[in-house]
Every structure is written in structure tokens, then in C-alpha cells.
């Protein structure tokens, strides 16, 4: 079946500082990729997405790319702000037919803390 | 207004009550989950419809029941609510698959269940 695992955290930076969290997948075939973030108190939103190998999300300076041979889709930050402080969920959904088509498949999520 | 709201945002209950979750979308679409939220776990799903007339198990439905209304109306249902069930529950809702979103799903903002 598919899963996603993501590094574990909580992961805690200053502010400024580079960012990384890890994202590796199972799949059958060539799923969509998305990273979504949850702040405190609220739902998830979607940040980034790609939908093919090699394609390149993009938003709010971050970013993370599809990367089909390593199966990983990273995510990055090159200057991270208080304001990024959430949960970040790594999540697939297969892009063919079966019973999978359209259901998203979750990380554990990753707890980043940004201090000033 | 919210796309996608959810109602409560916050229930305390006791062992053996009947509780029901109720999700309401603006979005105009026909997919809609339940997803339950444990810490360190990431979201798992407890049922999904792909339409009015179509609704399926997720991962972990034992416990749980769902009534589409309506496509713009899912309810989530505890017939018998026991202190494991203490998480928090989102509602999603997605286009069809082809619809140029990737298969994003939009999440409402959450109910937080907690069963004494």
C-alpha cells in the first residue's frame, strides 16, 4: 500500500536559519505530492504541491521538489520566521484509478518551533 | 465565510453517549472525508464519499458512522463514545480527480472531542 514518512521532530530553529524536513514515500506509480501545514488552533491548509517527477512547488519561500528515483519530496525553507512555527504533514494521493484514487495518504507530521 | 466549517469546535462528553459531528461545504464538491487526528500519528481516515450515494470505510471506521445529507453536508457519528475516541476531527473536501486541482482537499477548521 502507500505510506509517507517524514522526520521525526519536533524540530526547533532560530530565526534565520535553513530549513529541512524529510519526506520519502510508497507508492504504486507516480502519485501527487503535497506538503500541508497546520497552525496552532487551526486546520490544515495546503502549502506546496507537485503532481509529476521533477516538477518544483513553490509558496511563501518554501519549497520542495518531486523527486521520482530518491521517491522524496523535501521540504525547504532558506530563512525561516517565527511565523512558520506549525505542524508540517507530508501527504500522497495516487493519480490513477483504484480504490486509492483521490484518498490522501498522511505523514506522522513534524513540529517546527521557530524562536527569535 | 469558511469553505469548509465544522460544528462543534469543541465537545466534552461522557463514556456511552451518542455524539454527531456535522460538516457543512461551500465549495460545491461532491468528495468529502473524516479524519481523526492523534498526536504523533498524523491524520488517519475514518470515512469518505465520493458522492451523495456513495460512502465508503476508511482506515479505522470501527466505532463510527457518517450520513451524507446532502453533497454539501457530512456528519460524523460516535454511536457510543469511548475515552480512545478523544482526538481531534477534521472534515476535507475535494474535487473530482482531473479537475486541475490534483486532487487537493481543503480541510476545515477542526472539532476537538474529548469523551470523560
Known sequence: ?116 | DADVTQTPRNRITKTGKRIMLECSQTKGHDRMYWYRQDPGLGLQLIYYSFDVKDINKGEISDGYSVSRQAQAKFSLSLESAIPNQTALYFCATSDFPGSGQGNEQFFGPGTRLTVL
Open chain 1, 1 to 116: 500500500g502507500n505510506s509517507v514518512t517524514q522526520m521525526e521532530g519536533p524540530v526547533t530553529l532560530s530565526e534565520e536559519a535553513f530549513l529541512t524536513i524529510n519526506c520519502t514515500y510508497t507508492a504504486t506509480g507516480y502519485p501527487s505530492l503535497f506538503w500541508y501545514v497546520q497552525y496552532p488552533g487551526e486546520g490544515l491548509q495546503l502549502l506546496l504541491k507537485a503532481t509529476k517527477a521533477d516538477d518544483k512547488g513553490s509558496n511563501k519561500g518554501f519549497e520542495a521538489t518531486y523527486r521520482k528515483e530518491t521517491t522524496s519530496f523535501h521540504l525547504e525553507k532558506g530563512s525561516v520566521q517565527v511565523s512558520d512555527s506549525a505542524v508540517y504533514f507530508c501527504a500522497l494521493t495516487p493519480n490513477a484509478g483504484g480504490t486509492s484514487y483521490g484518498k490522501l495518504t498522511f505523514g506522522q507530521g513534524t513540529i517546527l518551533t521557530v524562536h527569535p
